[in-house]
């Protein structure tokens, strides 16, 4: 089993449209989470990392579920310049990231 | 966030060359970095590990013979790829650790490789 799954997508939503994406760790240990975005061709940046009360900045809410070893990421109100790569990133005793969500929101 | 810089951006190369590229925290302090490559259209993959101070960390499957790391102060790393082959060519992207209760990464700009 991989240590981090997402699902790859695509996800093709129109503007304005509200879109989650989920991703799920399988070691319970794991201390730190982050949601990455990367746009093609370019470096991962960092878009918010995950507390476990969850988080939110403007239009981006990110969650953590223990419990059920989760973390997701909620966009509202998507804009054209979302589109992009979501990477989760879950550090236990080292980095693991998963593949990356495909979005793209369309006119 | 913390800014990494990454030297070069873009390398072409001959095949047996070797090729050094520079991972640099500007404005933070980077005990620890990662070397990560990237496929087209593919997850990271990590590398190695570079701790300041002591020998790098390399995965599974990574030669460290091949990929030679050094990482001389806290805010610079080095990776050289020796004895380059096409088949080396890829994405290479670093990244620092930035210290604190967050364990946040701050990623450089990678350097497009190209192995000729």
């Known amino acids: 089993r991989k240590e981090v799954e997402q699902d790859p997508g695509p996800f093709n939503v129109p503007e304005g449209a509200t879109v989650a994406f989920n991703c799920t760790y399988s070691?319970?240990?794991?201390?730190?989470f982050f949601w990455y975005r990367q746009d093609c061709r370019k470096e991962p940046k960092l878009l918010m990392s995950?507390?476990?009360s969850g988080n939110e900045d403007g239009r981006f809410t990110a969650q953590l579920n223990r419990a059920s070893q989760y973390i997701s990421l909620l966009i509202r109100d998507s804009k054209l310049s979302d589109s992009a790569t979501y990477l989760c990133?879950?550090?236990?005793?080292?980095?693991?990231f998963g593949t990356g969500t495909s979005l793209t929101v369309i006119p | 966030g913390a800014v990494v810089s990454q030297h070069p951006s873009r390398v072409i190369c001959k095949s047996g060359t070797s090729v050094k590229i520079e991972c640099r925290s500007l404005d933070f302090q980077a005990t620890t970095m990662f070397w990560y490559r990237q496929f087209p259209k593919k997850s990271l993959m990590l590398m190695a590990t570079?701790?300041?101070?002591?020998?790098?960390?390399?995965e599974q499957g990574v030669e460290k013979d091949k990929f030679l790391i050094n990482h001389a102060s806290l805010t610079l790393s080095t990776l050289t790829v020796t004895s380059a082959h096409p088949e080396d060519s890829s994405f290479y992207i670093c990244?620092?650790?930035?210290?604190?209760?967050?364990?946040?990464?701050?990623f450089g700009p990678g350097t497009r490789l190209t192995v000729l």
């Open positions: 995950v507390y476990s």
């Open positions: 070691n319970s240990a794991s201390q730190s």
């Open positions: 570079s701790n300041e101070g002591s020998k790098a960390t390399y």
């Open positions: 990244s620092g650790l930035r210290g604190g209760p967050s364990d946040e990464q701050f």
């Open positions: 990133v879950v550090f236990g005793n080292q980095f693991y």
